[in-house]
């Protein structure tokens, strides 16, 4: 038989959670909260390299672009396997000169190997 708990122990207190409000989706995603603001400015940038791409890139190779991260002066784009990592690294050498224009602070562009989930 378990232990009874001990309800008016002296000295020590129970760790009670604060009523709180529950935090709508829409507040976390608008970034009001700290811990996501990260977050939330790292997916837009993305959204934004990939809509870039989606303009700039051949259809073929954009789709197999699997995610594209902008770390500190490098912009990483990730494809879904290695024989399209070749193919869409020899597609951006044709348009990095445009993409290094546009954007000043982008200094170099790697292409790596980041399978999709489903695959």
Known sequence: M??????????KTRLRRT????DSVKDLLA??????ARLSDQAARQGAWLSWLDAHLPNTARAQVSG?????DTLV?????AA?????????AEIETEL???HPRITAVEVR???SRGS
Do not use: Y
Not at 31 to 36: E, I, T
Not at 68 to 72: M, N, Y
């Open 2 to 11: 378990p232990n009874k708990f001990k309800r008016n122990k002296r000295g």
């Open 19 to 22: 009523n709180r409000s529950a």
């Open 31 to 36: 970034g009001k909260h700290p811990a996501l």
């Open 68 to 72: 594209v991260v902008e770390r500190h």
């Open 77 to 81: 784009i990730f494809t879904a396997s």
């Open 84 to 92: 399209w990592s070749a193919r869409v690294r020899f597609a951006v």
């Open 100 to 102: 290094l224009r546009e």
């Open 113 to 115: 190997v980041l399978p």
